[in-house]
């Protein structure tokens, strides 16, 4: 199959002709018909996640058809139209044995535990648990953009955030899933802020829900921005980007008994802000991890794209070659996009 190879942590991957996947007795291939390109995927390229083994094949928001099942696999057959959760559970755990799968002891997670979807092919393991089948009218595209960045606003905004109708949520980072947290939280009801650098972003999170936007680069204090639009502070704020300074202001911006929940991911030295435990404390503010989201919850969120309360299709910037995927990869922060960017041709 044809696969994108970086065989160096921060080199330039290149197109490659490697071996075929073959499912284990519990999963399946998938046959990509569309993989987003992530930040994620990005920060897996140099070198900040420890799991990932050289040379990789990156790639983790993915949709297809089932190739090939394993032996074991109950639930699937060649021809299913499906997508995956980015972290896949084992089944055998403590945490799978919750619904916990997103924090899954012995988790899979395609393009970082194990090759990725930047090929034409990609096993899946686990099937049975960790595949969600499409809809026939839900474009392959679509289904891909939801693997990361969708999914994981869905979870965080609903699960975890719990935002209900007319409560303000502050988002901090309008990338792809800074953005599909503005669309996900103003479907419940709420009142988004979007903050970002980027005009360009701010006009798209104006037209997927938000009520106000914060330029950052012309705004001298975020924090006051914020409480001074929401009268005392957001209910629920949302660090989607993942530095020090958009962290902390997610914090600062709450009311008292404010939920901070950090969907963007801290790496290096990023990885350690300085909360104001102050703050935390004396207003008992919680602070909230959100990490992907389980097969098994994936079925609301269908349900709502399906009846349009939500429309993922919005965030999609641009659809990409395979071998166009290498640039965008390696150029993913040089770069400011305003939406998803997808591979969809895989020749």
Same mark, same amino acid.
């Given at each position: ?32 018909? !569309? #993989?987003?390109? +992530? *930040?994620?995927?990005? &920060?897996?390229?140099?070198?900040? @996640?420890?799991?990932?083994?050289? $040379? ?87 289904? !891909? #953009?939801?693997? +990361? *960045?969708?999914?994981? &606003?869905?979870?965080?905004?609903? @699960?975890?955030?719990?935002?209900? $109708? ?92 404010? *939920? ?8 290096? @030295? ?78």
């Amino acid at each position: 199959m044809k696969a994108v190879v970086y065989e160096r942590f921060g080199e330039a991957p290149t197109l490659q002709t490697v071996p075929d996947p073959t499912p284990e007795n519990h999963g399946v291939v998938v046959k990509v018909e !569309a #993989s987003g390109v +992530c *930040r994620s995927d990005f &920060s897996g390229w140099k070198g900040h @996640d420890p799991v990932i083994e050289l $040379p990789h094949v990156p790639g983790h928001e993915l949709s297809g058809v089932v190739e090939a099942t394993g032996r074991d696999v109950k639930q699937w057959q060649r021809g299913d139209r499906v997508t995956v959760p980015f972290v896949g559970g084992c089944g055998a755990c403590a945490q799978c044995h919750t619904g916990n799968q997103q924090v899954c002891d012995n988790q899979f997670q395609p393009g970082f535990t194990h090759w990725g979807s930047f090929a034409q092919y990609v096993e899946v393991q686990h099937a049975d648990l960790n595949l969600v089948g499409l809809p026939d009218n839900m474009d392959f595209a679509t289904a !891909a #953009s939801l693997g +990361c *960045r969708f999914v994981t &606003s869905f979870r965080a905004v609903v @699960d975890q955030g719990r935002v209900g $109708p007319g409560q303000w949520i502050a988002v901090h980072g309008c990338g792809g899933v800074g953005l599909s947290a503005i669309m996900i939280a103003r479907a419940m009801g709420a009142r988004p802020i979007a903050i970002d650098i980027s005009a360009a972003s701010l006009e798209l999170a104006s037209a997927v829900g938000a009520e106000h936007t914060i330029n950052a680069s012309d705004t001298a204090d975020i924090v006051a921005a914020v409480k001074s639009l929401t009268d005392g502070g957001a209910d629920v704020s949302i660090d989607a980007l993942g530095i020090e300074s958009t962290c902390i202001n997610s914090v600062r911006n709450l009311k008292k008994r404010g *939920r901070h929940i950090q969907l963007g991911w801290m790496l290096g @030295d990023q990885s350690t802000p300085p909360i104001p435990m102050d703050l935390v404390m004396g207003h008992e503010l919680e602070i909230i991890g959100s990490h992907g989201m389980q097969a098994h919850r994936y079925g609301t969120m269908i349900e709502m794209i399906q009846n349009g309360q939500l429309s993922p299709d919005k965030l999609i910037f641009e659809e990409l070659t395979l071998q166009a995927s290498i640039d965008a990869l390696a150029g993913f922060d040089k770069h400011k996009r305003s939406g998803i960017s997808v591979i969809t041709d895989f020749s």
